[in-house]
């Protein structure tokens, strides 16, 4: 650095550690200089201002970097001004004898990082503000010329309804009933109005009421986990798609049979490294991201990494504003850029509503979309949120937004929590102990399999029992033997549905219940498996039983009575073989049709 100074710039620094003032050469000033760093270390960071010393402490202990940005979410004060062009003035910030200013971050040389380290102390982490309690209404500040009326808080606790309803949207990628766009992936329109109609609670009601006066339409919001379901079951490796049809994989499969806190902990990575979906794209209003700014847009698996960095050290079950989310992730040292070239991405039309000078806001809004419709809808954090119409917390004051009622559909996301189900996953803690579900007050359940809970069940209960009974105009449910098999036959067994009556009740189950639920069991089981097979009609009875006896044919298909051979597809081929060698032809023509 003192290489690249002159003599102005090195008297500078040198008046401002009372060296002589007979150092006029700038050989003798950098040598001077070069010196007291070396032998007076310790009494050249003690010249530093206090704000000087917190920027020296938070580079020198986070790998030689502090960013302008993390260093004023975390101490409320802006840095130092370490710019290249005050070299030459008397207010010339000290911490430029220690490193430089490198694209908005201070960076410490790194030959004098480690003797740092030694003499200055790690400074305090960052803490995140709680709150006690979320308010029932939002009273928006007003920013701009744009005034939003107060409007209902929602909350959504993610961590019990999140497992049955990845459970369901798996029943329909089995069925083969969730298609995908051919490019982008993601779930058709008619799709994710199929994983609407399954979700345990219903998606998150974000739209706004109706204008009394009819003059203005409202924009309407859309979905957020029926759209967010279709794309998380790909990035967590549940299901790919097959000729534009979600399949399920491996991990799919098992994930159905038995879903776990562990299976949902390994699926946290896979959605970390996924690299085909970018989350901003559900920002539709803001254009160009399939365009020329498509190349300048940073890689989003990097960025996943920085928000669950930062989330996996929120306080478990406490609720925080947004706001201080955003502030701690930028504190945290987790920051990132959306995109090298904001000026690219633009609002309506590229020339006047471009986004320029904005790489440090688009991260903001970025981080709505993941929170709200990706880590809230796995169950991993809990939300309370608003309508998003007329807020605007960013870019209020951009070209082009006249006529837009909001930025996106993630603007009303209020609060954020991150609960014992996303703890787990994301490595808090060793291991996942869900709420008791044990009521106040027991559920009466009766022999004849009614089932009387003493309120409105809660809506994943609801929808546990919606599974296995019908409800009659009482409010009671009835357990029914047809919709009991279809949920065998998906996957559950008798034993999740005794497990649950049994908890809710606090008692053991009825006898005759008992009874009638081991009866269902039995002949559940008495299928043992299923094998796809022909059914071969022969010209009379007596040859088809001659070809049953036979040493090879015989062993290759079974008699079926009067005239018919059923034959297992998977031997077929060889069941051809083997009557030829009898005289026989199996047309294949007509096996086609």
Request: proline letters at 5%; a negative charge; charged letters at 25%.
């Amino acid at each position: 650095m003192f290489n690249n100074l002159n003599v102005d710039s090195l008297k500078v620094f040198a008046r401002k550690l009372n060296l002589t003032k007979t150092l006029t050469r700038r050989d003798e000033l950098k040598t001077a200089l070069d010196k007291e760093l070396r032998s007076n270390l310790p009494g050249v960071v003690a010249r530093l201002s206090e704000t000087e010393h917190m920027a020296l402490e938070q580079a020198v202990h986070n790998g030689g970097t502090v960013a302008h940005e993390s260093f004023k979410a975390m101490y409320g004060v802006e840095m130092p001004n370490l710019e290249s062009w005050t070299y030459h003035r008397k207010d010339v910030s000290l911490l430029l004898m220690f490193g430089e200013c490198l694209s908005g971050c201070f960076v410490v040389s790194e030959g004098l990082r480690e003797s740092l380290q030694r003499i200055i102390p790690e400074p305090a982490r960052p803490a995140v503000s709680i709150v006690d309690a979320i308010p029932e209404i939002y009273h928006p500040v007003k920013t701009g010329w744009r005034e939003a009326a107060p409007r209902p808080v929602r909350i959504y606790e993610s961590s019990e309804t999140a497992p049955l309803e990845l459970r369901s949207v798996l029943l329909l990628v089995r069925s083969g009933k969730l298609l995908v766009t051919d490019k982008s992936l993601r779930p058709t329109e008619a799709s994710v109005r199929l994983i609407a109609h399954c979700l345990v609670a219903p998606d998150f009601n974000a739209e706004d009421a109706p204008q009394a006066s009819g003059s203005h339409r409202v924009e309407a919001v859309g979905n957020f986990r029926a759209h967010g379901w279709g794309v998380l079951v790909q990035q967590c490796g549940w299901a790919r798609p097959r000729r534009g049809i979600l399949a399920l994989t491996e991990s799919g499969h098992r994930t159905l049979r038995c879903s776990t806190p562990e299976i949902l902990k390994e699926a946290i990575d896979s959605l970390r490294d996924d690299t085909h979906f970018d989350e901003f794209n559900r920002v539709n209003h803001i254009r160009g991201q399939s365009g020329r700014g498509k190349r300048y847009l940073t890689d989003p698996g990097e960025r996943r990494s920085s928000i669950l960095e930062s989330v996996s050290n929120w306080p478990i079950g406490k609720w925080i504003k947004f706001d201080e989310a955003w502030r701690f992730l930028l504190a945290s040292g987790n920051n990132f850029l959306l995109t090298s070239e904001a000026v690219t991405l633009y609002f309506e039309e590229q020339q006047y509503g471009h986004l320029g000078a904005t790489e440090r806001i688009l991260p903001r809004i970025y981080l709505r979309v993941f929170l709200m419709e990706s880590l809230a809808t796995l169950g991993i954090i809990d939300i309370a949120y608003c309508y998003p119409h007329g807020l605007w917390p960013e870019l209020e004051d951009r070209w082009g937004t006249d006529e837009m009622d909001f930025c996106s559909r993630y603007d009303g996301l209020l609060y954020v929590r991150l609960n014992a189900l996303g703890a787990y996953c994301l490595n808090v803690t060793s291991k996942y102990e869900p709420a008791s579900v044990r009521q106040a007050s027991p559920w009466e359940v009766l022999g004849n399999g009614e089932i009387i809970p003493p309120e409105d069940p809660s809506p994943s209960d609801a929808y546990l029992l919606d599974g296995w009974a019908i409800r009659d105009s009482q409010g009671a449910w009835w357990l029914d033997a047809s919709r009991v098999l279809d949920c065998l036959a998906s996957g559950s067994s008798i034993t999740d549905i005794s497990r649950f009556l049994v908890d809710k009740s606090q008692n053991e189950l009825p006898e005759a219940l008992e009874g009638w639920l081991s009866g269902i069991a039995a002949k559940a089981s008495a299928v043992k498996g299923i094998e796809q097979a022909l059914l071969i009609e022969m010209c009379d009875e007596a040859t088809a039983a001659a070809i049953a006896r036979h040493d090879d044919a015989g062993t290759l298909s079974r008699h079926a009575g009067g005239k018919y051979l059923v034959v297992s597809t998977r031997n077929l081929r060889a069941f051809r073989n083997a009557l030829k060698k009898l005289g026989y032809v199996l047309p294949e023509k007509e096996l086609q049709g």
